[in-house]
């Protein structure tokens, strides 16, 4: 079935690999390499500083503060030096923007970092829909995100194809009924949106 949905996340598939920056950021500062992951994914406490932030109940320079202190390292500009290493993937978000003009219905579903960390110049280019956790009080993978995206873009599930780099987060997608794409890069996720949306992006 030719699906006329695209949902995408942000960082990791609109942008270059978040946990290579991530990594980036920890040879810099003399962590060992996977020292973030690891943090973000095991500790409970940064599990809970996570939620917290990305649902916007936790201002940024707080988890900053809190966030470098089970690092040990200095908390100003935290998130900004986290994140210094993602570059925009113009691929990717040409594929968005020619899926749209093909007419298939478009959203962002990502969790956020505070609001500093988009580029929102072309949001009105690329989407239909913008779903931000910290600005609706939900993340992903809580099923509630997603259904808000539905609605936003108008569409069922099985009308929808989900994009997003975490495995988590793909989960609550396919139970919903939408088709989904594990992203690594966009040499193997194009075809695959090609294929599901019987659109060419190039």
């Known amino acids: 079935m030719k ?4 949902l995408v996340d942000y960082g990791g598939v609109l942008t270059s690999n978040v946990f290579a920056s991530f990594a980036a950021f920890c040879t810099a500062e003399g962590l060992a390499v996977d020292a973030v992951a690891t943090l973000l ?13 990305e649902t916007g109940a936790l201002p940024v320079s707080d988890f900053e503060a809190r966030l ?21 993937d113009a691929r990717m978000r040409g594929a968005v923007l020619t899926a749209r003009r093909h007419g298939v219905r478009t959203a962002l579903v990502s969790n956020s970092w505070g609001d500093g960390g988009y580029d929102r110049h072309e949001f009105d280019a690329l989407f239909d829909a913008v ?7 939900v993340r992903k993978p809580s099923p509630a995100i997603y259904r808000h995206a539905l609605n936003a873009v108008g569409l069922p599930a099985r009308r ?5 780099d975490l495995p988590a987060n793909l989960g609550p997608a396919r139970d919903l009924g939408m088709a989904v ?11 695959l949106l090609e294929e599901l949306l019987g659109v060419p992006l190039g």
């Open 68 to 88: 470098g202190a089970l690092l040990g390292v200095a908390p100003a500009g935290l998130g900004r030096r986290l994140f210094a290493g993602v570059t925009p």
């Open 131 to 137: 779903v931000i956790s910290g600005e609706l009080g």
């Open 3 to 6: 699906r006329t949905g695209l």
């Open 160 to 164: 929808c194809v989900f994009v997003d």
């Open 181 to 191: 794409v594990a992203h690594r890069d966009a040499d193997t996720t194009l075809p």
């Open 41 to 53: 994914r095991a500790d409970p406490a940064a599990r809970e500083l996570l939620v917290a932030l």
